[in-house]
């Protein structure tokens, strides 16, 4: 498992919080804004549906490793047994002390050089590259689509209180009820802002076969750019299919169980 060094484990709880706290008052939403049982069913399932995906999202692209380069390994021993061919340059990071590959830079947060780093993302307190840029954009994707089921559920919410001029639509006072849809309708259209803005330049990104920080550095390409088809199969792996929008694929779950060996027909635990 992968941990950054940044200390922001606090800053990550905030953060959470501030991602569920919608989660009650759009739960008394589902109680008020409809007499349907199946309307509050279907939008509690759909809204802590995409949540779970969201946390998840979160979680592997914070306990993933983003491509980093280990430390302190451009020594000379190290170097000598890459065989390298003659006039072949290899460049050394002089902040870790490690071999530098094309396309890598270095974290001044994480202490690391990471391969295709993107950006450093305090909101997962993790470096975005090589290897978790596929769950941050699944997880600002999940962000958006839940700050738009909840400014959706909002407006209909305003609709039926309007209605019955705002009598019998909210377990809470007229007064309290305008207040919490404002903070929810500001809150969502904030978030949703927010995360799209940065769903499509991660896949503007990722099309273009360039980083953030390639872009900003305004960086000549050394190598052969992919594809936007090859580029999107490179980052979300393989062909088109479910697994490109589930954090969950390619999981490694701890086997605690014993394992088991079979030799003429007996089962011994290894």
Request: glycine share 6%.
């Amino acid at each position: 498992m992968w941990s950054s060094s940044a200390p922001c484990w606090m800053g990550q709880r905030r953060r959470w919080r501030t991602v569920a706290m919608p989660n009650p008052l759009i739960s008394g939403s589902f109680r008020t804004a409809a007499a349907c049982f199946w309307y509050a069913v279907v939008n509690g399932v759909v809204f802590n549906s995409l949540a779970m995906l969201a946390l998840a999202s979160h979680l592997r692209t914070m306990l993933t490793d983003p491509g980093a380069i280990p430390k302190g390994n451009a020594t000379k021993k190290h170097m000598e047994s890459l065989q390298l061919k003659p006039g072949e340059v290899i460049y050394k990071c002089p902040k870790c002390c490690s071999i530098k590959p094309e396309r890598a830079h270095h974290c001044s947060i994480c202490k690391r050089c990471i391969r295709k780093m993107d950006h450093h993302c305090p909101w997962v307190n993790n470096c975005v590259g090589e290897k978790n840029q596929r769950f941050f954009v699944l997880f600002t994707m999940y962000i958006a689509f839940i700050s738009g089921h909840a400014l959706a559920l909002c407006g209909y919410q305003f609709i039926a209180c309007v209605r019955v001029q705002w009598r019998e639509c909210s377990d809470f006072s007229p007064p309290v009820t305008m207040m919490l849809m404002i903070f929810l309708c500001m809150e969502s259209l904030l978030f949703l802002t927010f995360t799209a803005v940065v769903f499509s330049t991660q896949l503007h990104s990722i099309c273009n076969d360039e980083t953030e920080i390639e872009g900003l550095k305004n960086e000549r390409p050394t190598w052969e750019r992919r594809t936007r088809w090859a580029g999107l199969r490179s980052v979300f792996g393989g062909q088109p299919s479910l697994l490109w929008i589930s954090p969950f694929a390619g999981l490694k779950l701890p086997t605690f169980l014993p394992k088991r060996s079979w030799k003429n027909g007996a089962a011994f635990s290894v």
